[in-house]
């Protein structure tokens, strides 16, 4: 006797999924994120509501809540992760003296430029924020810890005898981070016409030249 085949749809249907739950609500919660980088970055805090997320991911939104509890709490991860291959990358430059780390300012130009939806979400929060709100204090601190590595570069250059010892550390630091950060709300107004890395490389050509003994 021939048996019956098997419903391979009803039985797909009620196999359990091999992937495990919490890896995926871990992709879940990657998938909401990457949806929430588009919609903040687009309309920002104000102008994002959690039902345009969720929808954008694929959700609903008490799904949305159950994995972040509030908008404040989605964005605040955002803020924390958009910027992480950025934050990486910055990282291996910051412990060097500044004539080896300063040149090498301009690749994070580059990356900028190459995955530019980070760079804009900070702009648009940091002008939502710009006189108070949730995320003001994170942008000051933000800001104030890289005129900080900026400044410790140029000291450990002063220390190797490579910068000159009459250089203000802090105040070359705080006049490149304001270019830097000139430079990417530039570009994203201007891609075609404003280059982050060449305007960088330009800048450090510049600063190397007139800091160095």
Not at 189 to 194: L, S
């Amino acid at each position: 006797m021939v048996k019956a085949r098997p419903d391979t749809a009803n039985d797909a249907a009620r196999r359990p999924s091999r992937v495990p739950a919490q890896s995926r609500g871990r992709l879940k919660r990657e998938e909401i994120l990457r949806a929430a980088l588009l919609c903040f970055a687009r309309t920002g805090f104000r102008g994002t509501d959690l039902a345009t997320v969720a929808k954008a991911a694929g959700t609903s939104a008490p799904h949305l809540l159950y994995y972040f509890g509030s908008k404040e709490d989605l964005v605040w991860e955002l803020v924390e992760t958009a910027n992480a291959e950025l934050r990486d990358q910055a990282a291996e430059f910051y412990s060097m003296e500044a004539t080896e780390g300063l040149p090498m300012v301009a690749d994070l130009g580059r990356l900028i430029e190459e995955q530019p939806i980070p760079a804009q979400l900070n702009a648009v929060l940091l002008a939502e924020n710009l006189t108070g709100g949730p995320l003001h204090d994170h942008f000051q601190d933000r800001l104030r810890r890289l005129r900080a590595q900026y400044a410790l570069m140029i000291q450990r250059g002063q220390d190797a005898g490579r910068i000159r010892p009459d250089v203000d550390a802090k105040a070359e630091a705080a006049d490149a981070i304001a270019f830097l950060e000139g430079l990417v709300y530039h570009h994203l107004i201007d891609p075609e016409r404003v280059s982050i890395e060449a305007g960088l490389r330009r800048y450090v050509r510049r600063l190397l030249a007139d800091i160095r003994i």
